[in-house]
């Protein structure tokens, strides 16, 4: 830092980093930075639900998830950001077409049949659906209930919160 003055103020000039992409070409070299400069942003399950669209563009929420969100323990929020974010990236990169699921980057599995009627949910369009696909948080037993939208190349979150039965 140099110090500089006009002779009325005192200011200090410093020369810094600043990270750009001004052409196509600048995004490889940016690339992971991109994928994970997100993943501290959100301090709340409030600011999480505020930010859904644009850190999870592949993700789709009920309305109910809102108050879920916003109901989220404090000591949560990190870990639910970094399971949405994997979500995320996961569908980001799954080809629907080709027949299979993402290449989850978390822990994901399916409910276990006697528990699946509790993973009932009403979709976006009214129909009752099964959200079964889950994956975990702290504190236990803490989940993230949702399921695949091929169609849409999409997840659709149903639920974020204490283990559904408990």
């Known amino acids: 830092a140099l110090p500089i003055s006009d002779g009325e103020t005192d200011c200090q000039v410093s020369q810094v980093e600043v990270r750009h992409a001004s052409a196509e070409r600048h995004i490889d070299a940016h690339r992971q930075w991109l994928k994970t400069s997100h993943t501290v942003t959100a301090k709340t399950g409030a600011e999480l639900w505020e930010k859904r669209a644009e850190l999870y563009p592949h993700l789709q929420f009920l309305p109910r998830v809102e108050d879920d969100l916003r109901a989220l323990d404090p000591f949560s929020v990190a870990v639910v950001q970094r399971r949405l974010t994997e979500l995320e990236e996961a569908v980001a990169e799954w080809d629907p077409e080709g027949g299979g699921r993402p290449r989850w980057r978390g822990y994901v599995r399916g409910e276990f049949e006697t528990r699946k009627q509790q993973c009932a949910f009403t979709d976006l369009d009214g129909e009752e659906r099964l959200f079964y696909l889950h994956t975990d948080f702290p504190p236990k037993p803490g989940r993230l209930h949702f399921r695949l939208v ?11 919160g204490r283990k559904l039965g408990v």
């Open 150 to 160: 091929p169609e849409e190349k999409a997840v659709r979150v149903a639920y974020i």
